[in-house]
């Protein structure tokens, strides 16, 4: 499985908060074992130091700031311009962990003040400028992460991106139709008109290979911006059901049947069906579903 190169806040990895302190997040730290990961800290490398002053998002004049409220210096051209680099800089990269609640960092949970009074919440000035170029990307902070669905979103599409990574810098005619072929159902999962133009553009002999490639990369990539409906997994499960049911006994059939129904009232999460449906795949040695992502689109060891 290719690794994902990931985004992190530093504060993950080193002890550069405003306070001196180090974020022990278990997820993180658990992730970090089969990433790849670069670090930035957007305060500490426009020279702020370690320990420094807070600071804040403040609206003013209906324009957000960020200032260092006890000097009152405003810092938003200095980590805007930061931020621009640190996009030029990137290439290849799958997705971001950030910071929550931080003002540089935090991904819709900022704290945003006017005339010294909380208003609400938003995006720090370095999560917001990753997040409006990188759209296709996933954009979180460890407390989102909390959520097991966004959790799993999360890691489905790093390690969906990093393999379409890998079909790229590999483009063939035969590691395409691979590809595709292995990513059908969580395809089908997220999105059925995407799998279908993915597919068309897959098969369309008159699309020049070089225009093929590029014109899948960004479908895939569309293809993963929402997270899937319960009612879409039931689709899939159902579909690859169909393909070992004929092997099942009467008493098997009826067990995943109230497996599934109990998924559907949000009694069961969906990984206890996933894996007695990998159970069967693997006692009939069907190598077709063995092949598809639907059923290991990423490492178990990161499954809570």
């Given at each position: 499985m290719q690794k994902p190169k990931i985004v992190l806040s530093r504060c993950f990895s080193e002890p550069v908060r405003y306070n001196g302190e180090r974020v022990?997040?278990?997820?993180?730290?658990?992730?970090?074992?089969?990433?790849?990961?670069?670090?930035?800290?957007?305060?500490v490398d426009t020279g702020l130091g370690v320990p420094r002053k807070r600071v804040s998002i403040i609206e003013i004049d209906g324009l957000k700031k960020l200032i260092q409220t006890e000097t009152g210096k405003d810092l938003t051209d200095i980590i805007t311009e930061y931020s621009q680099k640190v996009i030029n800089s990137l290439k290849e990269i799958d997705g971001f962990?950030?910071?929550?609640?931080?003002?540089?960092?935090?991904?819709?949970?900022?704290?945003?003040?006017r005339n010294n009074s909380f208003i609400g919440k938003t995006s720090g000035f370095f999560a917001e400028k990753?997040?409006?170029h990188f759209y296709y990307l996933p954009v979180e902070d460890e407390n989102r992460l909390r959520d097991e669905s966004i959790r799993e979103h999360f890691l489905i599409r790093i390690f969906a991106f990093a393999e379409l990574r890998a079909l790229l810098n590999n483009p063939t005619p035969k590691n395409l139709v691979d590809f595709h072929t292995r990513y059908k159902y969580l395809l089908m999962t997220y999105s059925q008109r995407y799998l279908k133009e993915i597919g068309q553009i897959v098969a369309d002999n008159s699309i020049p290979f070089e225009e093929k490639i590029i014109r899948y990369r960004q479908k895939f990539y569309e293809s993963f911006l929402r997270k899937p409906s319960p009612k879409r997994h039931i689709n899939t499960l159902m579909h690859i059901t169909g393909y070992i049911s004929k092997n099942l006994n009467p008493e098997e059939k009826k067990h995943l049947h109230s497996l599934i129904e109990r998924y559907i009232k949000g009694r069961l999460p969906l990984n206890v069906i996933t894996e007695l449906l990998k159970s069967f795949v693997y006692r009939f040695g069907n190598e077709y579903l063995l092949y598809q992502k639907y059923l290991h689109p990423y490492p178990e060891e990161l499954n809570v």
């Open positions: 022990n997040n278990n997820f993180v730290n658990r992730l970090k074992e089969f990433v790849d990961f670069i670090d930035f800290c957007p305060e962990i950030l910071k929550a609640k931080s003002p540089s960092c935090g991904v819709g949970s900022a704290r945003l003040y990753i997040k409006n």
